[in-house]
């Protein structure tokens, strides 16, 4: 399988998750995969511009025949919160996800990105990519997904699109793809059991934390939970007085007036966190929801806990950067999730190793 502009590579965790082989992963940001090499070992990492990437150089880059292709291209062009500016050179790596598609024609695809690439300004531009492999592939999608009904404790609907081919997948529709929807899970039962954590130490430039004996975890957190017991990036923000008294007076579920900072509620889900930008654009920080009950904004894990990743899962030593990775990633859950589906309609699906 080769994982496109994999960023941290939260697609791609689901996919070893489901139980497939992640022969490579390719992305332009040094910073983006900072983290990837400690967090997948035996992975393959390549830095380098997709529209550059052709499929013959993809396959032998793996080195075997390339069952699946996964991918989120840049979503910023589509965006119904940003410019979407139909002259954002990005939007074009959309295309290329799908003419590598077409070159390397593996068995199955899955592209991942904002609910705006669906509606009426955009989905011709979607429909245009498709066309260069609608004659080779079963199309599901484009099918929008908010991963609080799959099971993550964040609402944010993305938009997914599956192709496969009938030869060496069995068919399946939207419905099947999508499988049983279930009951949300709660910020108190994703991040709840964190403030029992206790700081330990660093390094490598990551605050460690590692909960006590006596820590109680949630069925979520408790899947989330590393063998050791230890994590990091869970360092508080300490504003200043006046912000955090701003901040102490924001109900739950409320919004901050003037920065417009949504609290968390206990009993709900997060809404959806957001990547800001890069050096190239500016470095603009996006805006952090608040903790449900602290004078603060989340911390790195509590964001990373909310998107379901695993407390071994590393990001960079930065805040700013470890939120762009988290606000840019697909929740290994939902990813998981849609992949084992795919995998179980695979006619040679049980010869498919996890790899790392």
């Given amino acids: 399988m080769a994982d496109l502009f994999c960023g941290c590579s939260g697609l791609g965790l689901g996919a070893r998750q489901a139980g497939f082989v992640v022969g490579a992963s390719i992305d332009a940001d040094p910073i983006l995969t900072s983290s990837y090499r400690t967090n997948f070992p035996g992975g393959n990492l390549h830095i380098g511009d997709i529209a550059t990437l052709t499929g013959d150089a993809l396959t032998s880059i793996i080195g075997r025949r390339v069952d699946g292709i996964i991918g989120g291209p840049p979503c910023q062009g589509f965006s119904e919160i940003g410019r979407a500016d139909p002259e954002d050179p990005r939007r074009q790596l959309l295309h290329h996800f799908f003419r590598i598609v077409?070159?390397?024609?593996?068995?199955?695809?899955?592209?991942?990105?904002?609910?705006?690439?669906?509606?009426?300004?955009n989905l011709p531009f979607l429909d245009s990519a498709l066309q260069q492999i609608a004659n080779h592939?079963?199309?599901?999608?484009p099918v929008i997904i908010d991963g609080s009904e799959h099971g993550a404790a964040?609402?944010?609907?993305?938009?997914?699109?599956?192709?496969?081919?009938?030869?060496?997948?069995?068919?399946?529709?939207?419905?099947d793809f999508l499988g049983e929807r279930c009951a949300p899970t709660t910020v108190e039962e994703a991040?709840?059991?964190?403030?029992?954590a206790v700081l330990i130490g660093e390094e490598d430039g990551f605050d460690l934390w590692q909960f006590p004996p006596s820590s109680v975890h949630s069925d979520y957190a408790s899947a989330l939970l590393s063998a050791d017991r230890a994590t990091t990036g869970h360092r508080r923000t300490l504003h200043k007085g006046e912000i955090a008294n701003r901040f102490a007076a924001v109900s739950q579920g409320g919004m901050d007036a003037i920065g417009r900072h949504p609290r968390l509620s206990w009993t709900g889900q997060c809404p959806t966190i957001r990547a800001g930008t890069g050096a190239d654009k500016g470095s603009r920080q996006a805006v952090r929801p608040l903790h449900p009950e602290e004078p603060r904004v989340i911390t790195v894990r509590e964001a990373a806990r909310l998107q379901g990743f695993p407390d071994w899962f590393k990001f960079h030593p930065t805040v700013w950067h470890s939120f762009r990775m988290i606000g840019n990633s697909v929740s290994p859950i939902i990813a998981r999730k849609l992949l084992s589906?795919?995998?179980l309609r695979m006619s040679d699906g049980d010869?498919?190793?996890?790899a790392e």
């Fill in 137 to 141: 592939y079963e199309i599901v999608g």
């Fill in 341 to 343: 589906s795919i995998r």
């Fill in 102 to 121: 077409g070159e390397v024609k593996p068995r199955f695809f899955l592209m991942e990105n904002v609910r705006g690439l669906a509606n009426r300004k």
């Fill in 154 to 175: 964040t609402k944010r609907p993305r938009i997914f699109v599956v192709g496969y081919d009938r030869q060496y997948v069995d068919d399946f529709n939207q419905d």
């Fill in 351 to 354: 010869a498919l190793q996890a």
């Fill in 191 to 196: 991040i709840g059991d964190l403030a029992s």
